[in-house]
């Protein structure tokens, strides 16, 4: 059997990095969206503040089957 996904980006932030950015978005968005498959980091971004990292941004894309 073949499946079809769909696509949709998102972003996570954190203050404790990027493995919990990433599981932040996933997990909100485990709330609306069934049949969630794989992620792909598009791209990830930071702020600065007195030479310390403050937060951590991470844009992603997740995949996920549609229903037959």
């Known amino acids: 059997m073949s499946n ?6 998102l972003v996570g932030s954190s203050l404790e990095g990027v493995d919990d950015a990433i599981a932040r978005a996933i997990e909100k968005a ?3 969206i069934r ?3 794989w992620f792909e980091v598009k791209e990830i971004r930071g702020w600065i503040e007195n030479a310390e990292v403050q937060h951590t941004q991470v844009t992603l894309q997740v995949g996920f089957r ?3």
């Open 4 to 9: 079809v996904y769909k696509k949709v980006e």
């Open 30 to 32: 485990g709330e609306t």
């Open 35 to 37: 049949n969630l498959d």
């Open 66 to 68: 549609l229903d037959d």
